[in-house]
């Protein structure tokens, strides 16, 4: 049974941080597709960042030059780091996984076969 576990979520003002953590119970992180994704109600769930297995990482043009993404494979835990945060951060944060060489951003969230619960990220202005 693989389970995905976020945390680091809080509240945070606009221009400040949060790093967010998710241990992954698979045998390895390294053969996997591990992804950052955020969703807030009545929207669809949005990719933020990818890693592939070769540690390649790729982010959306909303997150590019303020989140860092990051995967340690010792740990088999993914990271986030937010920085410079606005309002239009705020939703519910969820890292998923598949087993896969590709590690697309864009597609529908079946894509992925593993999900953590997620955890929440609020901005105030």
């Known amino acids: 049974q693989v389970e995905l576990v976020e945390s680091g979520g809080g509240s945070v003002q606009s221009g400040g941080s949060l790093r967010l953590s998710c241990v992954a119970s698979l045998e390895s992180t390294s053969d996997y597709c591990m992804a950052w994704f955020r969703q807030v109600p009545g929207k669809e769930r949005e990719g933020v960042a990818t890693?592939?297995?070769?540690?390649?990482?790729v982010y959306s043009n909303s997150a590019k030059g303020r989140f860092t993404a990051s995967n340690d494979n010792a740990k088999n835990t993914l990271y986030l780091q937010m920085n410079s945060l606005t309002p239009e951060d705020t939703a519910m944060y969820f890292c998923?996984?598949?087993?896969?060489?590709?590690?697309?951003?864009?597609?529908?969230?079946?894509?992925?076969?593993?999900w953590g619960q997620g955890t929440q990220v609020t901005v105030s202005a």
């Open positions: 890693i592939n297995s070769g540690g390649r990482i």
């Open positions: 998923a996984a598949r087993r896969s060489v590709t590690c697309p951003l864009s597609v529908p969230q079946t894509w992925y076969t593993y």
